[in-house]
């Protein structure tokens, strides 16, 4: 039997960027939307050109290879054609594949928030639509408030949709922007919308977590026919957050309800990726990864020793919904952890380090990780900390020069003009060939910025081949209270090759975690420019 195919869509970017405290830069999400084209989601959000200056800078260039590249924007304004409508043009402008309105298909929202009549909304859908196909772009149209709208008045909701559909819009969306819907409405209007003459392979559903069910009243879409689902990574979002791909990718994959009747445009082996992208996006937002998150949380697939640690390890089926290796989890039994073992063999190969299972260093190596990250560690947003840490312990990682010792002191005193100032001195001694060197550095920005300059003063002959080192991003985080908390630094470095990857510090001393981030940095660069580096970040 022919599966129907589901397209998975992404808004992370655009809708994602609503959650407080969320606020992403350019970089940002060049890096986020090659993670999840590199995953292989169909439709990529980047956000709303002309907007803001982030957005608008984003989509001067294509970011990603595989998926369709999707621009947010109104639909034309009323009263105004669109070829005289400023922000349409930017729209049409901006380098992506497709571009998704948003549009308001609640009378009620028509009248107060657009100010125009229904007919004239009916009318800029259309015009839009037009406009982007005749761009040669593939047009979508979110129907803002369609599920609320449709309890107000069904024929206006409906006649939104099949305005959208018969101007040519790929997709229509049907939203649940307030995110009250439940799952037994959403099935019984997406039904009367394809009775209707919509058909489902053009429709998607974008849901709002606000009672606790996007990711339910997604599925029930999906059963009642629509064809495209939109969220976003780890269901951030405004309010109580999106719809979690993370937990609908998996459970269309995997479950028998959904995977026997549908297939998406994920390479099966993409699966094992899931619990990886899911922490690195969290690691990019600096935030702790939920334990308890479906399928990818470290808890998902924890089990407390005992009588179910015995039975568990006899017959993982007996106490796991799916297996953890198909997300890239872990189980985790208070016993041996066979499970651990294979997946760090993964990890390994990723990075071009092949080791054998029975290898004496490789449990060394995972006792290393274990017992570094019980002491907060966190390898999974740190790339190049982790193969750094492999190499040394399986093989070997070049000596290119030693660190004899820092010292580091911060100064706040008054200038001869009576202001505070507040300046840091760095002095740190490095032996090269056996030959000393020292380097001394001020700085405004702080003593790590300034133990940064001194150190990569004068690195001797290798002083050439750390020229094009940017430090893009640090990151620091207390991982318990009081001021004698212990303190992770993260570092996400780049070079003229537009590589980027990720070192960790962890100290009760700020700076010396800085140091142990920066340390990894230039060696794993160093390293990167012998070709003994594996590939390991987006390029
Ligand atoms: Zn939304």
């Known amino acids: 039997m022919n599966k129907e195919r589901i397209y998975l869509f992404d808004t992370t970017l655009r809708d994602g960027q609503q959650t407080p405290g969320v ?20 439709y990529i959000e980047g956000g709303y050109p002309g907007a803001n200056p982030t957005d608008t800078k984003f989509f001067e260039k294509k970011a990603i290879r595989r998926a369709s590249f999707v621009a947010f924007g109104m639909t034309k304004r009323a009263g105004i054609s669109v070829s005289n409508d400023p922000g349409m043009a930017l729209l049409l402008q901006a380098k992506s594949d497709a571009i998704c309105y948003v549009a308001k298909s609640w009378d009620y929202h028509v009248k107060v928030a657009l100010g125009c009549t229904n007919e004239e909304n009916l009318e800029s859908i259309e015009e839009s639509v037009k406009a982007a196909t005749g761009a040669g772009k593939e047009a979508l149209v979110d129907c803002e408030h369609f599920f609320d709208g449709y309890k107000a008045n069904p024929d206006y909701a409906l006649a939104c949709v099949k305005t959208a559909y018969e101007a040519g819009a790929r997709w229509v969306v049907l939203c649940d922007t307030n995110g ?34 996007a990711v339910a009243n997604s599925l029930a879409a999906i059963e009642a026919g629509v064809r495209q689902v939109q969220g976003t990574l780890n269901g951030i979002g405004e309010r109580c957050g999106n719809a979690n791909l993370v937990t609908i990718i998996p459970t269309l994959v995997l479950k028998p309800a959904f995977n026997t009747r549908f297939e998406t445009g994920l390479d099966a082996d993409k699966l094992q990726g899931l619990t990886q992208l899911a922490h690195s996006f969290d690691e990019l937002l600096n935030r702790s990864p939920d334990h308890q998150a479906p399928y990818v949380g470290a808890s998902a697939f924890a089990t407390k020793a005992g009588i179910h640690a015995s039975a568990l390890l006899k017959d993982p089926r007996t106490y796991e919904h799916v297996p ?3 997300v890239g989890n872990l189980r985790k039994v208070m016993v041996s952890d066979q499970g651990g073992k294979s997946n760090f063999i993964n990890a390994l190969k990723r990075r071009g380090i092949v080791v054998s299972k029975d290898d004496p260093k490789l449990d060394h190596l ?7 990250e019980a002491t907060g560690y966190a390898y999974e947003g740190a790339d190049a900390s982790f193969e750094m840490l492999a190499r040394r312990t399986l093989g070997s990682v070049p000596d290119f020069f030693r660190v004899d010792g820092f010292r580091v002191m911060v100064e706040r005193r008054f200038d001869a003009n009576g202001n505070l100032k507040t300046v840091s001195e760095a002095v740190v001694k490095v032996e090269i060939d056996g030959e000393m060197t020292m380097s001394v550095a001020e700085s405004v920005h702080g003593p790590v910025n300034a133990l940064d300059i001194a150190l990569r003063k004068d690195l001797g002959k290798y002083q050439a081949e750390i020229g094009d080192l940017v430090l893009v991003d640090f990151k620091v ?63």
């Open 324 to 326: 953890p290796e198909t």
């Open 180 to 213: 009250g819907t439940q799952p037994s409405e959403v099935r019984d209007i997406v039904a009367a919308v394809i009775a209707a003459g919509v058909p489902g392979d053009h429709l998607g559903i974008h849901a709002h977590n606000d009672t606790g069910q």
């Open 477 to 539: 985080r207390i991982l318990n209270g009081s001021t004698a908390a212990i303190t992770r630094v993260l570092i996400e470095s780049t070079d003229g090759t537009g590589s980027r990857w990720w070192t960790v510090g962890v100290s009760d001393n700020i700076i010396d975690a800085s140091f142990q981030a920066l340390m990894d940095s230039i060696i794993y660069k160093l390293m990167k420019n012998r070709d003994q580096a594996g590939q390991i970040a987006a390029e």
């Open 366 to 372: 995972i006792s290393i990780v274990k017992e570094r």
């Open 23 to 42: 606020d992403f830069s350019v970089e940002d999400k060049i890096a986020i939307a090659a993670m999840l084209d590199e995953f292989g989601l169909d």
